[in-house]
């Protein structure tokens, strides 16, 4: 009888050890990390580029708008698989700009690397601001 407790403590020992580690994974899957080993990235210039092009507005869109820059500060988040979510403007310029600078951001179809922590892809917060310039 003694020997059967001897040897199941160990075991419940592991048992709890590895359930704890399981919910720690669990839990991290679902955090967005702000403080990283390494950043979510793009080809920057790609990104850039694509910004710049998608803030043109059209002019039927441009006449109805006084002329003069409108920037708007867009975060959004980058998961572990590379995948743009949660996009959210954080300034509101009006005339639906704050809008279509979300869509410009979330319509991107290049490919982001997720961020690294302790070797493993994680989620991470992103913020880019899209500049609307309409002139006179």
């Known amino acids: ?6 040897c199941t403590i160990p ?3 592991a048992l709890h050890s590895t359930a704890q ?13 702000t403080k ?10 790609a990104w850039t580029a694509y910004i710049k092009k998608s803030a043109v507005l059209p ?3 441009a006449a109805a708008i ?16 590379g995948n743009i979510g949660e996009v959210k403007a954080g300034s509101n310029p009006g005339y639906g700009l704050a809008r279509k600078a979300e869509k410009i951001v ?10 690294n922590q302790c070797g493993r892809n994680v989620k991470s917060y992103k913020e880019q601001v899209v500049v609307f310039v309409v002139k006179e």
């Open 21 to 33: 580690k399981n919910k720690n994974k669990e839990e991290d899957a679902d955090k967005v990390f």
């Open 106 to 115: 979330g319509n991107y179809e290049g490919i982001w690397k997720p961020a």
């Open 1 to 6: 009888m003694r020997c059967f407790f001897i």
């Open 66 to 81: 006084p002329p003069g820059s409108y920037p708007v500060k867009v975060s959004f988040i980058v998961d572990q698989y």
């Open 36 to 45: 990283i080993e390494v950043n979510a990235h793009t080809d920057e210039r």
């Open 59 to 61: 002019d039927s869109v």
């Open 11 to 13: 075991l419940l020992i």
